[in-house]
């Protein structure tokens, strides 16, 4: 696609150019060997408004997302994994290679691990995902995951239809967005997830599934 343009006095001028001309202006005052670090950035602006219950605001926000809530404590949680699967009718499920063994434990689904072999085209024909996450955002209701052992590569949550995610409560939700960036690694492969995958097009008809999992599932796992 060609760049837009438009005409400034003799000539024409490309939108990439009017672009870096605004950057090459705001940097005009910066010194040649100043480095990002080398300033300070004040934080001082609010972290959080301190929900009542972080817990609640996340199961109502990810609720509100068309995300599916449960709840169970850790000897109710192999029961409960095992009746989505099987609800789903899932005969497959891809397990990253940290995952607790006993989150699975009831489950009579074929595991497949998730390998460097493992392609986007066989990704396509498992039915289900479960992982944890790395952290929960009340405030969004953002699940983040970022490859840990737990989680696996980001693209076993992205190809299958169906994601059930474990999350622990309270140990692993924040009340913001910022409070979740002072715990996440910004060199890790972070997947941000609030909600199934949803997109409109031009006359807002709501399509699920396009760029993830048709359903989220998530239980908060009481620690």
Not at 38 to 55: G, I, N
Not at 59 to 78: C, I, S, T
Not at 135 to 153: C, F, H, I, K, N
């Amino acid at each position: 696609m060609a760049a837009h343009r438009r005409r400034t006095g003799g000539g024409r001028v490309s939108s990439r150019d009017l672009v870096l001309g605004r950057i090459r202006r705001a940097l005009a005052d910066v010194p040649r060997g100043e480095r990002p670090d080398d300033v300070p950035v004040p934080r001082d602006y609010l972290a959080t408004h301190s929900p009542a219950d972080a817990v609640e605001l996340l199961a109502e926000n990810l609720a509100d997302y068309r995300a599916v809530v449960h709840r169970a404590d850790a000897a109710g949680l192999p029961g409960l994994v095992a009746r989505l699967l099987a609800a789903r009718d899932a005969e497959t499920v891809v397990v990253p290679p940290g995952l607790p063994e006993e989150w699975l434990a009831a489950t009579t689904a074929a595991r497949v691990a998730d390998t460097a072999d493992l392609t986007p085209r066989r990704l396509d024909a498992v039915d289900s995902v479960v992982t944890g996450c790395a952290v929960a955002v009340a405030e969004t209701g953002t699940l983040v995951l970022d490859g840990s052992p737990d989680q696996g590569r980001r693209r076993i949550t992205l190809v299958p239809d169906h994601h059930v995610c474990v999350v622990r409560v309270p140990g692993q939700v924040v009340d913001s967005v910022p409070q979740a960036l002072a715990r996440l690694v910004p060199t890790r492969p972070l997947t941000w997830i609030s909600g199934p995958s949803a997109t409109s097009d031009i006359e807002l008809d709501r399509v699920e599934g396009v760029h993830g999992p048709r359903t989220l599932e998530v239980v908060l796992l009481r620690e």
